[in-house]
């Protein structure tokens, strides 16, 4: 009888623990998803400023390069603007996929899709320079809440377990 007490304390000192690092998790993958995103984006203005492809087989291109969530977002697109416009497009992909971004970075790369197709050659330059500057910012921000927030799910995890633990023992 007491093995299988000290059986469920652990499992649930371990349960606790986990959820705690999964949830400090998020903060690393969102900085990470941001990065995807801005290399992603400077892959995209450089071929669309020197090989002049059609937006849809440089997107195309991105996602094959890619081997994380951020590729299934511009092979959404890519595959969106056989039916859609491309600012249209790349917001439907934007939307259906599951990112560690917060809504503001969200926002942010939906911007890009404002006049994405819609303006000529250095138009979209320029609304490119514009997205990767605000992701800038927002991997900055994000740095910080990783700091601030990462030890501490990770910690509360562990505290909130063990709590459990002795209330029930």
Same mark, same amino acid.
């Given at each position: 009888m007491l093995f299988i007490r000290i059986l469920i304390y652990s499992a649930i000192f371990l349960t606790c623990s986990i959820i705690g690092i999964l949830k400090s998790r998020r903060y690393v993958d969102r900085i990470n998803e941001l990065r995807e995103f801005k290399n992603a984006l400077n892959i995209f203005k450089t071929k669309i400023n020197f090989t002049y492809e059609p937006i849809p087989e440089i997107f195309n291109q991105i996602s094959e390069s890619m081997e994380t969530n951020i590729s299934?977002?511009?092979?959404?697109? *890519?595959?969106?603007?056989?039916?859609k416009p491309a600012g249209e497009a790349w917001n439907i992909a934007m939307d259906t996929d599951i990112l560690n971004i917060n809504s503001e970075?969200?926002?942010? $790369?939906?911007?890009?899709? %404002?006049? $994405?197709? %819609?303006?000529?050659?250095?138009?979209? $330059?320029?609304?490119?320079? $514009?997205?990767? *500057?605000?992701?800038?910012?927002?991997?900055?921000?994000?740095?910080?809440?990783?700091? %601030?927030?990462?030890?501490?799910y990770r910690t509360l995890g562990m505290i909130i377990g063990l709590g459990i633990v002795i209330i029930l023992v």
């Open positions: 299934g977002i511009f092979r959404k697109a *890519s595959y969106n603007m056989n039916f970075d969200k926002t942010i $790369l939906k911007n890009l899709g %404002k006049l $994405l197709g %819609k303006t000529d050659l250095k138009g979209q $330059l320029n609304q490119i320079e $514009l997205t990767t *500057s605000f992701l800038e910012n927002q991997i900055k921000k994000a740095e910080i809440e990783r700091e %601030k927030n990462e030890k501490l």
